[in-house]
């Protein structure tokens, strides 16, 4: 098959950014309400391994070896990285990081994954455009924070260190992805990954000894609920959608969701919470609009990985 015809079609690109958008953007909710009533690193872990249970039994439907052609070590790698480190330390710096301050540092991510890009995978500088709107999206995030920090709150240095490990470590995950899974093995990789990331996140609960004083009579319908929709929506939906997106756009495009995600998550609030929305909220929502525009609109959606575009310049990069 020509690299022509691995192109993936708009519709599929615009519904897998959809994908990551809006389901990871509502997360945040199910995360809330997860971690009533279950340790983080618990939730985390059980999540990814049930989700990475399914899928293989899905995958041994379609195929006998689902994992043929996958670099198995490169995709564990992955794993850690990002549904272990990066969305397991999210979760549990959130535990003593005000929601302000854990968005201003996710929103970050696209800043870091242009920065990694260009100091150690293509070594080129991104386009002035993918600059700026990075940068105005950025902004918006910082307006979004102040409109949610506590000022009660207090951050500690170790859930700081935790979020901008998990920070680094999504982004250098996202980075290195193409260099283990071909385009066309997307869910087997997605499939790896998550138990990878369930494993780590499961060891940390150990570390952590989040077991001593976990009580599983305690746990809540809600968070049982929320738990599964984790499952189904966010990791067997949107995880997928985002390995498709990273085997196909570049990484600066990918990153772009979490610009978005909290501004979706406002909306949600908003909406299920009956939250209110001021004015700095809405100014926050037009930047991060603006930016997101300014980066996903230039050039072509997809180019072919053999034109040296995509994550990182030409293959094998990432």
Same mark, same amino acid.
């Given at each position: ?11 599929? %690109? !615009?519904? $897998?950014?959809? =994908? ?7 997360? /945040?909710?199910?995360?809330?309400? @997860? &971690? ?53 330390? %999210? !979760?549990? $710096?959130?535990? =003593? ?7 201003? /540092?996710?929103?970050?991510?696209? @800043? &870091? ?53 998990? %920070?680094?470590?999504?982004?250098? =995950? ?145």
């Amino acid at each position: 098959m020509t690299p022509m015809d691995n192109r993936p079609r708009l519709p599929q %690109v !615009l519904s $897998a950014f959809a =994908g990551i958008y809006i389901i990871w953007g509502t997360t /945040f909710l199910a995360l809330a309400l @997860v &971690i009533r009533s279950v340790p983080p690193f618990i939730s985390g872990g059980v999540r990814f391994i049930i989700a990475a249970g399914l899928m293989y039994l899905w995958l041994l439907v379609r195929e006998r070896h689902p994992f043929e052609g996958l670099k198995v070590a490169g995709a564990m790698l992955c794993g850690v990285l990002l549904s272990g480190m990066g969305n397991g330390l %999210v !979760l549990w $710096a959130q535990q =003593g990081l005000p929601s302000g301050i854990a968005a201003l /540092f996710v929103g970050a991510l696209p @800043v &870091i994954t242009l920065i990694l890009d260009r100091l150690f995978f293509s070594k080129r500088a991104p386009s002035m455009q993918s600059l700026l709107g990075v940068t105005i999206g950025l902004v918006g995030i910082v307006v979004l924070s102040m409109h949610t920090l506590s000022l009660s709150a207090t951050a500690r240095p170790m859930h700081i260190i935790a979020v901008l490990t998990a %920070v680094t470590g999504w982004s250098v =995950g996202t980075l290195l992805q193409r260099r283990y899974v071909p385009s066309h093995r997307v869910m087997g990789f997605t499939c790896l990954q998550m138990f990878a990331g369930g494993v780590f996140q499961l060891l940390m609960s150990v570390v952590d000894r989040e077991w001593g004083g976990f009580e599983p009579s305690r746990i809540q319908l809600q968070s049982v609920l929320a738990l599964v929709y984790l499952v189904v929506f966010g990791s067997l939906i949107a995880s997928n959608c985002y390995s498709f997106l990273v085997a196909h756009v570049s990484a600066q495009k990918v990153t772009t969701y979490a610009l978005v995600n909290p501004v979706i998550a406002l909306a949600l609030g908003a909406i299920v919470l009956h939250e209110r929305i001021t004015a700095s909220a809405i100014v926050s929502t037009v930047l991060v609009l603006v930016g997101v525009s300014l980066v996903l609109f230039q050039g072509r959606i997809s180019q072919p990985a053999s034109a040296g575009t995509g994550l990182a310049g030409a293959r094998p990069r990432n």
